[in-house]
């Protein structure tokens, strides 16, 4: 496994000091569980045998929203390789493509894995309701329902463990001390993962293995220097950057960037409890090449308020040689090159020009896209994000911000009536 960083940055963090008691202080503490997830290989053990149990299933489909639902879609398109199985996910209360999704495969042939950490959330209930009565409908019937449906839900609390508890239906457990956007490496995002074919040991031996540089005490610990930059330039007066991109010169970890987009979002925009302010750092989903001809213009010459993470790929598995002898002047220009040199100039031209405009740039470089470095560059995440919510004074494991929006919902639906 390798994840290089680098960092590209007009001004040094003016924190001299940096501590890993700063990460240390947070994982240490009881109902913070993420960075310990990946030392219960009894889940390992557990989703490997469900993955076994359903083998014969062709189509997986996710149900569950937020923390549920952007984990297992990104390990999916990260990491499966073409098989005969598909995934599927459906997390929005959109009726039109929920139809769409479920009529186009065999629901014979389906495994539906419900997630949800509160066991109660709207949408996630609503497609649960929707996916079974389609089974229903299809002629499965009420006994026959078990072998359709896996559920994850928290071990003991929750409606969703009583219904489960009265039907025996399958069921893996979220740890209580683990909330939505930090569980991918839990069941929730290990059994679609082991399913899909994807090496889940290796998930787990990634982020172990980072666990290492992640809690090293000196200036070499990218974390702790990124953390603390990107305190700094919230925080310097001259320079407010308040927003974070994240664009992965990849495809595949497209995904990536849109599971990012939650945990940073959720995690961090918070208001003061020192002082009643607003704090975030809004973060930006894009992917390279594509984004360079989308929001790179804004990232270049925009206001100077974003930091940039790039994420390169140093080997692929594929490659394409443009070789030929077109009668097409930008065709022969790119004749003596392959693809991959293609996107890592991409790649290296962006930085460049990022660098001379004086942006603050992220750099994370990977040997290859494999389980390990995802489980790595997944943990690596997840502590930046952790480490964030304690510089700015806030808890970045709550979310309150979303309960009015949700209640508010309720009450228009009730006015409905019926
Ligand atoms: O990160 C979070 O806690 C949230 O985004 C949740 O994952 C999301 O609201 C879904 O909640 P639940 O898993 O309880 O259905």
Known sequence: MTIDFSFHLPNKPSRIKLQSKDLEEIINQKDIGFF?????????????????????????????????????????SSLAQTTNKTFSLLDNTDADYIYQTLKTIDLKQALFYVVSK?????????????????????????????NYFVFCTDPTQGQLRTHIQQNHYYALD????????????????????????IDIQKLYFGANKIKKVLLKESEDNPLL?????????????NSKVDQTVMMPYSSKLKDF????????????????????????????????????????????????NKSIFLIHIKNKEQDFCFENNLDLPSATKLSPFNMNQLLEAEFKGTLEALK???????????????????????????????????????????????????????????????
């Open 118 to 146: 509160s066991g109660g959330t709207a949408e996630t209930v609503a497609n649960y309701i929707t996916a079974r009565k389609m089974l229903l409908d299809s002629g499965v019937n009420e006994e026959e329902l078990r």
């Open 356 to 418: 001379e405009n004086k942006r603050p740039v992220f750099v994370l470089e990977l040997d290859y896209l494999n389980a390990e470095n995802l489980g790595g560059l997944i943990l690596y995440f997840e502590c930046l994000t952790a480490l964030m919510g304690k510089y700015f004074k806030i808890n970045a494991f709550d979310q309150p911000g979303v309960e009015k929006g949700k209640k508010y919902a309720f009450e228009y639906l009730n006015s409905l009536g019926k």
């Open 225 to 237: 220097y990124t953390a603390a930059t990107l305190d700094d330039l919230y925080k310097s007066p």
């Open 257 to 304: 960037s849109l599971w990012f987009v939650q945990l940073w979002a959720e995690s961090l925009g918070k208001i003061s409890k020192e002082n009643n302010n607003p704090i975030g750092l809004t973060p930006i989903a894009a992917y390279g090449a594509t984004d360079q001809h989308s929001q790179v213009q804004l990232f270049m010459q925009g206001p100077n």
């Open 174 to 197: 979220i740890p209580a001390n683990i909330g939505g956007r930090f569980s991918v490496l839990s069941p929730v995002g290990l059994f679609p993962a082991a399913f899909m074919g």
């Open 36 to 76: 310990h997830l990946t030392d219960r290989d009894d889940f390992i053990e557990q989703t490997i045998s469900m993955a076994n149990q359903f083998s014969s299933k062709k189509h997986f489909v996710q149900i569950g929203i937020g923390g549920s639902a952007l984990g297992p879609q990104m390990l999916v």
